[in-house]
Structures are given as structure tokens and as C-alpha cells.
């Protein structure tokens, strides 16, 4: 499962290698919402790994990028204390300017979060037509689950 998420570029690691067979190079994301008029600000701090490293080397810092990543777990046993922990890594594949074009044959772009529905299913299986309406949800009934 892809997942694409937009924001601006604030750091740059140098690559790290890890091992004989393993490097990584980590960066971070500053993301913005907003909801209700209140703008929430997160950080994500993603990695590139293997031959993928390099693909951050022609953003610069403050630049607004869209990133596609997965999502990566492991879990170990702690030596120390026997119980079992888990790591949980956003691995990116791709990383792109967020004003870009979308690539061919990709499909229609995800629709914004709060954007208004153009085109609505009805319940005859045809389209409502109707002005679009504006979702704006209160935090008490926003489901942020990505499933």
C-alpha cells in the first residue's frame, strides 16, 4: 500500500551506512492542516533507502515537496528486559515537486480533505449534480484512520 503525503522540506540527513548491504538517508517533512480554522502543524520524519538516497539531493531545504512512501514494521526482543518492541519506519520511493503534474495514466489525483464533492453517487446509482457542499468537520466527528 502507497500512501502520498505533501508538506514542506526542513531537514536533509546526510546517508547513513548501516551495514555492509544497508544504507539509509533520513529527512523531514512539516505538515499543515487545517481544521475548523485552526491550523495544526506535524512533523514527519521519513527515509530513503538503498539506491533511493540520492533522490532528495535536488530539493533544498523550504522547498514544498510530495513524497510517496510505505509503510515498514519490525519487532524485536529486547535483550535487556525480554519484551518484545516494535519500529515502525516510513520508507519514501518517490519524491517530487508538489506543484507537479500528475504521471500518465495515474488516474484522478486523491480529492483534498476538506474540498468540496464536485460529484456525488445517489442512491438511483446515477450522480447528484447539486451545488457542491462544504465538509468542514467538527474534531469531534473527524476519523483521521487511513483505512
Do not use: H
Not at 42 to 70: H, M, P, S, Y
Not at 119 to 141: I, L, V, W
Request: glycine letters at 8%; charged letters at 20%.
Amino acid at each position: 500500500m502507497s500512501l502520498e503525503v505533501t508538506g514542506k522540506l526542513l531537514v536533509k540527513y546526510d546517508p547513513i551506512q548501516v551495514s555492509d548491504k544497508f544504507k539509509k538517508r533520513e529527512f523531514v517533512i512539516e505538515l499543515a492542516e487545517e481544521i475548523n480554522g485552526n491550523i495544526y502543524t506535524n512533523f514527519a520524519k521519513l527515509q530513503l533507502v538503498q539506491n533511493k538516497c540520492e533522490i532528495i539531493d535536488r530539493f533544498n531545504t523550504g522547498d514544498q515537496i510530495k513524497v510517496t512512501f510505505n509503510i515498514k514494521g519490525n519487532s524485536y526482543v529486547d535483550k535487556k528486559d525480554g519484551q518484545t518492541k516494535y519500529i515502525t519506519n516510513l520508507d519514501a520511493w518517490r519524491v517530487e515537486a508538489a506543484g507537479a503534474a500528475a504521471p500518465q495514466g495515474g488516474g484522478a489525483p486523491a480529492p483534498a480533505y476538506n474540498a468540496p464533492q464536485q460529484q456525488r453517487p445517489a442512491a438511483n446509482g446515477g450522480y447528484n449534480n447539486a451545488a457542491p457542499t462544504n465538509y468542514n468537520p467538527s474534531p469531534e466527528t473527524i476519523d483521521d484512520l487511513p483505512f
